[in-house]
T-cell receptor
Framework: GAVVSQHPSWVICKSGTSVKIECRSL??????MFWYRQFPKQSLMLMAT?????????EQGVEKDKFLINHASLTLSTLTVTSAHPEDSSFYIC??????????????FGPGTRLTVL | AQRVTQPEKLLSVFKGAPVELKCNYS??????LFWYVQYSRQRLQLLLR??SRESIKGFTADLNKGETSFHLKKPFAQEEDSAMYYC?????????????FGAGTQVVVTP
């Protein structure tokens, strides 16, 4: 149980276009999901906290107009990279917390999405 | 601001030898500490957390508040332990449970 999926697993796009990445909790409900960014051979950097039915909370230095997050249901959060540029190329990972296991801090991670902007 | 430090980028050990991955943190309050592991071509997964005080796959980690450390140890490394290991911190004051990760340590266990 506790599986998180991401779609697509990789995407290549042209500079200036927008890309949407989906994060789904497959067998549990997730009030809270997180979006991370990982550069090659570096650690995960938290970008934002996505809360179902409310606005996302962005970490310092992350442009909210650049990285649009929508958490429309208890099983789906989306990250849209708007007007993507080559510097946005990275590995984007989402995680989700089980809403019914609030007393635990376990985050279940998705497999990640490789974004390459040409 | 809180910080998680993993001083070793790469740790190479022989099968059967002990392995210790260092993790230090800086935070004035009482954090919750975790170790996450990422095997080759797999997603990140929780290995263990300090509040559980359990041993998973032979690994243990003790939170030392005096030294602000949460080192991960295993007495006899196995080849299947080769992976990337991340130490992570969650603030008890943060209701969302946000995680801050260390830089990670790549463990290579050779036969």
């Amino acid at each position: 149980g506790a599986v998180v999926s991401q779609h697509p697993s990789w995407v290549i796009c042209k500079s200036g276009t927008s890309v949407k990445i989906e994060c789904r909790s497959l067998d549990f409900q997730a009030t809270t999901m997180f979006w991370y960014r990982q550069f090659p051979k570096q650690s995960l950097m938290l970008m934002a906290t996505s809360n179902e039915g409310s606005k996302a909370t962005y970490e310092q230095g992350v442009e909210k107009d650049k990285f649009l997050i929508n958490h429309a249901s208890l099983t789906l959060s989306t990250l849209t990279v708007t007007s993507a540029h080559p510097e946005d190329s990275s590995f984007y990972i989402c995680s989700a917390r089980d809403s019914f296991r609030w007393n635990t801090d376990t985050q279940y991670f998705g497999p990640g999405t490789r974004l390459t902007v040409l | 601001a809180q910080r998680v430090t993993q001083p070793e980028k790469l740790l190479s050990v022989f099968k059967g030898a002990p392995v210790e991955l260092k993790c230090n943190y800086s935070y004035s309050g009482s954090p919750e500490l975790f170790w996450y592991v990422q095997y080759s071509r797999q997603r990140l997964q929780l290995l263990l957390r300090h509040i559980s005080r359990e041993s998973i796959k032979g690994f243990t980690a003790d939170l030392n508040k005096g030294e602000t450390s949460f080192h991960l140890k295993k007495p006899f490394a196995q080849e299947e332990d080769s992976a990337m290991y991340y130490c992570a911190l969650s603030l008890t004051t943060d209701s969302w449970g946000k995680l801050q990760f260390g830089a990670g340590t790549q463990v290579v266990v050779t036969p």
